[in-house]
């Protein structure tokens, strides 16, 4: 397996864009990618697109109109994880010696729905009965506050933490710091979740370049090497469920720990699915960065700031930067790979060299998630 590195990175800003289509906004991130990095199309040796409502074929949409024309395309549906699955694809392409130069990316515009929960995956027996994120995560926050002696306090310390680090970010849907006061206030949702402790439906697209080390060096822009890059899918079983373990999350990362040949002591920041607050939490749990049941307490001591133990969300995570669901994972690896690089400005964590990027969902019957992706990324 060769190395891989990502050598560019471009994001168009999250947000509300009702009257650009998903392929519209990959247009725009994967133009931008090629104006920065200074490859010509042509060079370009396949492409993959992930997204779950962009519709057929985006790949090929997006990467003909900007020159990417005849070679290998590939349109990835992965649920949350549609984008990382998308660089995960490229990145086998490269490492085992299909492709020297890919793109990849994810773009999605949530906005035609109009608001709401976003629809879920159809014929499936619990979404059948109603279930939508807010009501899985809202159970698995009561379950959280009642085992582990968290409070709504913590809870909402994620999402003023969170949005603080989201007002300095450029790309970000909401750019404005919250107080706690704000979030116990805002509205209902699910019990006990408000409204700012759900991350927004946003629209948006990220692009990256993935190549081998030979070419990243021709390249004018810096890189950082993909140390590891796992999807894993759920386990299947009808029995018990422990709702503040996400068995996926802590699988996807223990493959990626040891295809990197690091430890969870060695990030330096991480970009995670916080899709509500209490996700941080559990997912934070589960990539190992805190002990079981005690993430509510690192976050309440400063150990997830941008200048803590390990910076958490620095670019604000998905509660500010929002989730354009087939773009999410695509851009946590944008905001990894400016960190590595020192390109992160006002966002930046001080002497950041290692990254993990960490996306999941999908609800379906009989497992915790549909798909995960975790990437380890690395300064040279």
Known sequence: MRTV?????????????????AAELGYRAVRELLDGTGITPGAIDAGFGGSSYGGSLLAQRVLQR???????AFTVENACASGASAVHLGWQAVASGAADVVIAFGAENLSSFGGGTLPLTTNDIEIEQGMVMPAAYAMRAQRYLHDFGATM?????????????????????????VSAADVAESRPVADPLRL?????????AAAVLLCTEEVARRLRTPSVRVGASVVRSGTFHTSYRDMTWPDITERTAAAAYGMAGVTPADL???ELHDAFSVAELLHAEALGIAGRGEAHRAVREGE?????????????GLMSRGHPVGATGAAQICEAYWQLTGQAGDLQVPGASVALTHVTGGGIFGVDNGACAVHILTAH
């Open 153 to 177: 306090d913590d809870l909402t310390a994620v999402s003023v933490k969170n949005r603080r680090n989201g007002a300095l970010n450029p790309r970000a849907h909401f750019r404005k710091e």
């Open 304 to 316: 997830f700031d941008r200048g803590g133990r390990v910076a958490v969300s620095p670019s604000g």
């Open 268 to 270: 330096d920041l991480v």
């Open 66 to 72: 900007v020159g990417v024309s005849g070679q290998p």
């Open 5 to 21: 590195h990502v050598a560019g990175a471009a994001v168009h800003p999250f947000g509300k864009h009702p009257g650009l289509s």
């Open 196 to 204: 700012l402790h759900c991350c927004p439906n946003s629209d948006g």
